[in-house]
C-alpha cells in the first residue's frame, strides 16, 4: 500500500512567511488560439514538501543538485509526537524506537496541509540530532515547516544534521500515516544551485 504524503502545492499553499509564494498561470492557451495549453509556475522551493540542501544554513556547503539519492529511498522509520508542546522534545538517543534507524519521519500534527502555518511545533533537540547522524541518521523528515522552531535563528538542528552528514525533509502530509515502519521514496528534483528541492515523498507499507 503507498501512502502519498507529499503536500499538494497551489496558489494559496502557505509559504514560510516573508518568503515567495507559489505561483502559476498559463503561457498559452488552446481556448485562446494556442496550439497546445503551456503553464508555468514560479516561488520558492520551500513551498510544499520539500528537501533542504546543506547550502541552506551554511554558504560552500552542497547545494540541491548534490543530495544524494540514497538517503531519500529506503527503511524508514515513523514516529508519532503530536501530542507533545511546541519545542524541544523529550525523546532521547536511547528510545528504543530509535535503534537502527536510517531514516526518521516525525508527525508533529503542526502540517501545512491543514490549510494554515502553524505558529510553532515540537523539534528534536540537536543534541540528539548531532548523536543520531553520528550513529548513522541518514535522513530526518518533519510534517512541519522546518526540524527548527520556527523562531530560530541559529537552525541548530539543521546544523546538527548537515553537520553529522544526514539530509532533511520538511512539510510532509503525515496525518493518514500511523507510527511504523516503512518503505520511503522521496527523491529531490535535480535542480542546480539552489538550497532546496521540491519532492513527491511516498511511504509504502511493510
Do not use: K
Amino acid at each position: 500500500m503507498l501512502h502519498d504524503i507529499s503536500v499538494e502545492v497551489r496558489v494559496g499553499t502557505p509559504e514560510w512567511p516573508g518568503d515567495a509564494p507559489f505561483e502559476c498561470g498559463w503561457t498559452m492557451r488552446m481556448a485562446e488560439g494556442g496550439s497546445v495549453n503551456l503553464s508555468r509556475i514560479g516561488g520558492s522551493p520551500h513551498v510544499g514538501t520539500h528537501a533542504d540542501a546543506p547550502l541552506h544554513v551554511h554558504d560552500g556547503w552542497p547545494a540541491s543538485d548534490l543530495l544524494p539519492l540514497e538517503a531519500f529511498l529506503g527503511d524508514a522509520v515513523v514516529i508519532d509526537v503530536s501530542g507533545s508542546p511546541a519545542g524541544p522534545l523529550s525523546i532521547g538517543v536511547d528510545d528504543a524506537r530509535l535503534a537502527g534507524v536510517e531514516r526518521l519521519l516525525l508527525r508533529t500534527g503542526h502540517c501545512i496541509a491543514d490549510g494554515a502555518f502553524p505558529s510553532d511545533w515540537p523539534v528534536l533537540d540537536p543534541t540528539v540530532a548531532a548523536t543520531l547522524a553520528e550513529r548513522g541518521l541518514r535522513l530526518f523528515g518533519v510534517d512541519a515547516p522546518s526540524v527548527d522552531t520556527r523562531h530560530s535563528t541559529q537552525l541548530e538542528v539543521h546544523h546538527a544534521l548537515f553537520g553529522g552528514g544526514a539530509f532533511v525533509l520538511e512539510n510532509l502530509d503525515l496525518r493518514g500515516v500511523s507510527e511504523g515502519r516503512y518503505e520511503l521514496i522521496a527523491l529531490p528534483q535535480r535542480l542546480a544551485g539552489l538550497d532546496a528541492a521540491p519532492v513527491r515523498a511516498v511511504l509504502r507499507s511493510r
